[in-house]
C-alpha cells in the first residue's frame, strides 16, 4: 500500500464516520410522531435514505422528530440547506422523496407542488 | 439504504465494568427484532470520559447522551428514538444546562473546557477497525515523515513545538528524539512506556483502549527519524481490554502495510512488538521497564548511561509515555507553531487527567495546559458532592503531593505544580474534601511505595518502610514530638539517595502535606486529635441524646453490638471501649445523631 492508497481508504472510509464529524450540509428531518408514521412516514424516510445512498450524497443527513402538529398534511419533512431557508413538506410520498432529492437537494430548487411553509428564522 | 444513525456505546473499561456489553447485546437483538439493524449501526469506541455516568450512548447525528442504560431501558430507546425519532429524555444527561443536539453537545459544562487533541478519536471511533482510524486522518502523518520529510526535519519539528513527555517528568521530547539518533549505532530501539500504576491513573489505559492506531503511528514516526526498525510497547497484563485492542490493532496495521516490511512501499521497515508487565509498579522507571522487556527482573539501573545511549539489549532506545506518542501525529501533520499555540509558553498543548476522588464527575478529561485546577474541579467536574468544601488536590500519585484548596487557581503547567510542591506525573487528579485526613493520605501513599519498592536500594527499601512506620504511628495516636523532625530527615535522605525515581519521589507525598498541612500532623501529635474525624484509633462515635429518636437501626446494624438502647424510649448509647469505628451506625441514622468526636 503506498500513500495514495491510504488516501483513497480514507476517502471511501470517511462515508462511514460522516455522521459523527458533523459536517453535514444537509439535513432531512422526517416527522415520525403516531400520525407521521400511520401516514407513511417511515416509507418516506426510507426513500430518502435508498435516494441518498444511490446518489452517494455524503453531505446529507436523515434525521427524524416528533409530532409537530401538522396531522392532516403528514408525512411531513422539514429540509435544511445550509444558509438557506427551510423548507417544510406536506403529503409526502416515497416518489415525491426522491423528487425533492434530486431537485431539492441536490438542484437546489424546492419542489412546490409539496410546500408547507418556508422558515426564514431556522438555522 | 444509507445509514442514518450512529450509536455509539462506550467501551472504555469503565463502561465495560459497568455492564456496557450487555447493552450492546440488548442494541444489537432489538434493532434486529425491529428491523432496524441497516439503518441504525452500533459502533464501540473508546472512553469518552464521564465514566461514572456509564454505560454511555452517543446517538449521531443528532447527538443526544445517554447515561447509565441498563439492557432493559434498550427496547425504549430503540422504538422511541430511533424508530421514531423521540429521544428518551430521562436517561439523557441531566446536566442543568444540557440539551440534546449534537451542536449542544459541547455546551454540556464537563465537555466545554476540554480540548480533545490527544483523545480526539477516543469515544468517536471504533478502535478495532483501522478504516475508521484512517478515515479520521489516522497514517496520513506517518506518510507524509516518510515520503516528503527527513529524519532531521521531524526531529526539528517535535523540537520546536516544546512537547514534553507526558509520563511526568516533562522532559523534552525533541532532546530525546535527537540524542537518539545522535547515538552511534545500527541497532535501535523505540519504546511505549504504558506501564501506568499509579493509585487513581487511568489515561493511558483509555488511549491504548480507544485509539491504539495513534501511538503505533507515533512510534513509526519516531523510528523513522531516529532510525529504529523495532519498538516495543509495555503494556500491563491488567489492562486485558487495552492489551487486545493493541493486538488487534498490530495486526491490522501490518495488513495495511503500515507496520512490518517497506511501509507504505518505501524503504522504512518497522515492526512493534508488545510486552505484557505482570504490574509491578517499577517497572514504570524506566530503566526497569528495559530490563522486564529484556526478560529481566524488572529493577532499575543505575544512570547514566541513559536509555538514549545504553538501553534495550545495550541498544540507544527512544522511551516515551503512551500520551506523549498520541501527541506526536498531530504534531506532525498540524506543526509545530498550531502545537506550540495551544497551552502555555513553557508547558505548550494539551494534558489528558483522570479525575477521581470526592469529584462530582469522575472520568477523563482534556485541557490545554495553563487550565486551572478550579476550572478542571468545577467547572469540569462539577464540583465536591453533598455540599463538601475541598481540601486538597492529590496531583503526580505516590511521586506527587497535595495541593490546597486556596491554590486552585494554579494555571496546570509542569513548573507551577512543582513550585507547590506536587509533579504534573502522568496526570492523575484525586479531589480530596474536608472529610480526608492528610496524614493519612501520605500514610496510604507510603503504603504503597513501601510495597511497591523492589528492595535494590536502601534507602528506598528501608527508608519508605521507616516512614511507613512513622506515619503509622502518628495516626494511631501514638507519635511524639520528635517524629515530624524525623519524618523530614529520612525523608530527605531517601529523596537525595535512591536509586530511582520511585525512591526519590517517594517521599513527596509527605513533604507536601508537611509543608501545606503542618497542624493537621501536629494536632495528631500534640492533642492525639483526627481534624476530619479519619484516624479510628483517635476518633469516637456519639450518639447526640437529643436527636436520637430510638429507632433502633444503628443497634441492628452494629457488628459488634456496641449499642444499648430500646425501642421508643431513651436515646441509644455507643460503648467506646467495644466500637470498632466502622461507622455503619453513622450510615444508616436518619436523624444524623450520630457524630464523630475527636480529641478533648
Known amino acids: 500500500m503506498k500513500l495514495e492508497d491510504l488516501r483513497r481508504i480514507r476517502e471511501r472510509a470517511s462515508k462511514e464516520i460522516s455522521l459523527r464529524t458533523g459536517g453535514a450540509r444537509v439535513r432531512v428531518i422526517v416527522g415520525m410522531g403516531t400520525s407521521g408514521i400511520a401516514a407513511g412516514a417511515r416509507d418516506v424516510m426510507g426513500a430518502f435514505l435508498d435516494e441518498i445512498e444511490k446518489r452517494d450524497l455524503t453531505d446529507v443527513i436523515v434525521t427524524q422528530t416528533g409530532e409537530r402538529g401538522w396531522a392532516s398534511s403528514e408525512p411531513v419533512v422539514e429540509v435544511r440547506v445550509e444558509g438557506e431557508p427551510a423548507v417544510v413538506y406536506g403529503e409526502m410520498t416515497p416518489d415525491a422523496a426522491r423528487r425533492v432529492v434530486a431537485e431539492h437537494i441536490v438542484n437546489g430548487s424546492p419542489v412546490v407542488d409539496y410546500v408547507l411553509e418556508v422558515r426564514k428564522d431556522a438555522t | 439504504m444509507r445509514r442514518r444513525l450512529d450509536v455509539l456505546i462506550c467501551s472504555g473499561a469503565a463502561c465495560v465494568s459497568s455492564h456496557s456489553e450487555a447493552v450492546r447485546d440488548a442494541l ?31 446517538v449521531y447525528p443528532d447527538g443526544a447522551f445517554y447515561v447509565r442504560v441498563r439492557p432493559e431501558d434498550v427496547a425504549e430507546i430503540v422504538e422511541e428514538h430511533f424508530r421514531k425519532g423521540r429521544p428518551v429524555d430521562r436517561l439523557l444527561w441531566t446536566d442543568p444546562a444540557a440539551r440534546r443536539l449534537a451542536e449542544e453537545k459541547r455546551q454540556i459544562g464537563f465537555f466545554a473546557k476540554q480540548q480533545k487533541i490527544v483523545l480526539s478519536n477516543c469515544g468517536r471511533i471504533d478502535p478495532e477497525n483501522i478504516e475508521e482510524s484512517i478515515a479520521a486522518g489516522g497514517y496520513e502523518a506517518l506518510g507524509i515523515a516518510l515520503t516528503e520529510r527527513s529524519p532531521e526535519a521531524l526531529i526539528a519539528e517535535v523540537e520546536r513545538s516544546g512537547l514534553r513527555g507526558r ?3 516533562g522532559f523534552p521530547t525533541g532532546t530525546k528524539w535527537r540524542l537518539v539518533a545522535q547515538a552511534p549505532s545500527a541497532t535501535k530501539y ?38 529504529a526498525s523495532r519498538g516495543y510497547i509495555y503494556v500491563r497484563a491488567e489492562y486485558p481490554l487495552a492489551v487486545r485492542r493493541l493486538r488487534t490493532a498490530l495486526e491490522q496495521a501490518r495488513r495495511h502495510g503500515l507496520l512490518g516490511e517497506r511501509i507504505l512501499e518505501t524503504e522504512f521497515s518497522f515492526d512493534i512488538e508488545l510486552r505484557i508487565g505482570a504490574g509491578a509498579f517499577v517497572c514504570g522507571e524506566e530503566t526497569a ?25 545495550g541498544q540507544p532506545t527512544l522511551i516515551n509515555n503512551v500520551e506523549t506518542w498520541g501527541n506526536i501525529r498531530h504534531v506532525i501533520l498540524r506543526g509545530a507553531s498550531w502545537f506550540r499555540g495551544i497551552g502555555t509558553e513553557r508547558s505548550p498543548g494539551t494534558k489528558v487527567f483522570a479525575l477521581s476522588g470526592k469529584v462530582n464527575r469522575t472520568g477523563l478529561v482534556e485541557v490545554p495546559m495553563g487550565t486551572t485546577l478550579r ?3 468545577f467547572d469540569i467536574g462539577g464540583g465536591i458532592p453533598n455540599g463538601k468544601a475541598l481540601k486538597a488536590v ?40 474536608e472529610d480526608n485526613c492528610m496524614v493519612d493520605v501520605a500514610r496510604y501513599f507510603l503504603e504503597f511505595t513501601c510495597d511497591e519498592s523492589c528492595g535494590t536500594c536502601a534507602p528506598c527499601r528501608a527508608g519508605t518502610r521507616q516512614m511507613r512506620g512513622i506515619l503509622e504511628r502518628i495516626t494511631a495516636g501514638d507519635g511524639d514530638g520528635e517524629d515530624l523532625e524525623r519524618l523530614r530527615a529520612l525523608a530527605e535522605t531517601v529523596r537525595r539517595t535512591s536509586l530511582c525515581g520511585l525512591g526519590q519521589t517517594a517521599p513527596n507525598p509527605i513533604l507536601s502535606t508537611l509543608e501545606q498541612f503542618a497542624d493537621e500532623y501536629r494536632a495528631h501529635i500534640e492533642e492525639r486529635r483526627c481534624p476530619a474525624g479519619v484516624c479510628t484509633a483517635l476518633i469516637r462515635y456519639e450518639i447526640a441524646s437529643d436527636r436520637c429518636r430510638a429507632c433502633d437501626r444503628c443497634r441492628r446494624v452494629c457488628p459488634v453490638e456496641a449499642i444499648a438502647g430500646a425501642p421508643g424510649e431513651g436515646a441509644y448509647v455507643i460503648d467506646v471501649a467495644r466500637c470498632i469505628r466502622c461507622g455503619r451506625c453513622r450510615d444508616v441514622c436518619p436523624f444524623a445523631a450520630v457524630e464523630v468526636r475527636s480529641g478533648g
Open chain 2, 28 to 58: 444489537r437483538g432489538e434493532m434486529e427484532r425491529q428491523g432496524l439493524s441497516d439503518e441504525v449501526r452500533v459502533v464501540e469506541t473508546g472512553c469518552m470520559g464521564p465514566c461514572e455516568l456509564g454505560p454511555i450512548l452517543l
Open chain 2, 167 to 169: 509520563g511526568g517528568a
Open chain 2, 190 to 227: 523505540v519504546v511505549c512506556n504504558g506501564d501506568e500504576g499509579d493509585p487513581g491513573a487511568f489515561m493511558d489505559r483509555a488511549l491504548l483502549e480507544g485509539d491504539p492506531h495513534s501511538v503505533l503511528e507515533g512510534m513509526a514516526i519516531a523510528a523513522f527519524a531516529v532510525g
Open chain 2, 289 to 313: 521497564l528495559i530490563a522486564s522487556i529484556e526478560g529481566e527482573r524488572g529493577v532499575p539501573r543505575h544512570r547514566p548511561p541513559y536509555p538514549s545511549e545504553r538501553g534495550v539489549f
Open chain 2, 375 to 377: 476550572e478542571l474541579i
Open chain 2, 394 to 433: 492529590q496531583t503526580g500519585g505516590p511521586s506527587g503531593g497535595c495541593i490546597p484548596a486556596n491554590r486552585v487557581d494554579t494555571p496546570i503547567d509542569y513548573e507551577s505544580l512543582r513550585a507547590l510542591g506536587a509533579i504534573m506525573g502522568s496526570g492523575g487528579v484525586i479531589v480530596l474534601d
